[in-house]
């Protein structure tokens, strides 16, 4: 079946500070990859996506590529900011509907 | 133009109650999901409506129902309510315009937030 698992968190970091979050995958097919955003009180942002192997997905300075061999698509950005501080989400998606699956999810806190 | 709307944001529930929660999708999308987040948990998918036709279901139990109006809205309904019902209740559309919108990215609103007493 279909599944994603991704880094426990909470994770703190230090404004400027690196981050990486993981995200593995197992799908039957050829899944699409997701990054998606949570801000407090707020539904889900579409934050990057990556369709095919090798891909790589990125927006606001975060990045991600498609790692067949690995089943990967980890979360990486060089210098976060306090404004980052959010809950990431790692969804795939595949098959002949457009049914999600996500990860449950990795809190992230910046600090200035 | 405006996102996904939902309806209400917040509401509270007796067990044993029906609840029916609304969402509007983007104007153009004519596919509607319905996903269930539980505090500290990703979303877990419950349909997904297309042209008004149920298009796939989760593994949820038959108390859980929706529907797709022509307008390409939809509603969501939960019969006899448990205290496990309470969670947030996101809805998201998806295109592109034509066609199911296979992997096409979930656009979601900010969600119902459901508590049962």
């Known amino acids: 079946g279909n599944s994603v698992t991704q880094m426990e968190g909470p994770v703190t970091l230090s404004e400027e500070a690196f981050l990486t979050i993981n995200c593995t995958y197992t799908a039957t097919g050829y899944p699409s990859l997701f990054w998606y955003v949570q801000y407090p009180g707020e539904g889900l942002q579409l934050l990057l996506k990556?369709?095919?192997?090798?891909d790589k997905g990125s927006n606001k300075g975060f990045e991600a590529t498609y790692r067949k061999e690995t089943t990967s698509f980890h979360l990486e950005k060089g210098s976060v900011q306090v404004s980052d501080s959010a809950v990431y989400f790692c969804?795939?998606?595949?098959?002949?509907?457009?049914?999600?699956?996500f990860g449950t999810g990795t809190s992230l806190t910046v600090i200035p | 133009d405006a996102g996904v709307t939902q309806s209400p944001t917040h509401l509270i529930k007796t067990r044993g109650q029906h609840v029916t929660l609304r969402c509007s999708p983007i104007s153009g999308h004519k596919s509607v999901s319905w996903y269930q987040q539980v505090l500290g948990q990703g979303p877990q998918f419950i349909f997904q409506?297309?042209?008004?036709?149920?298009?796939g279901r989760g593994n949820f139990p038959d108390r859980f129902s929706a529907r797709q109006f022509p307008n390409y809205s939809s509603e969501l309904n939960v019969n006899a309510l448990l205290l496990g019902d309470s969670a947030l209740y996101l809805c998201?559309?998806?295109?592109?315009?034509?066609?199911?919108?296979?992997?096409?990215?979930?656009?979601f609103g900010n969600g119902t937030r459901l508590t049962v007493t």
């Open positions: 998201a559309s998806s295109g592109p315009n034509t066609g199911q919108g296979r992997n096409s990215p979930l656009h």
């Open positions: 990556a369709t095919k192997a090798d």
């Open positions: 969804a795939l998606s595949e098959g002949t509907g457009n049914q999600f699956y």
């Open positions: 409506y297309y042209e008004k036709e149920e298009r």
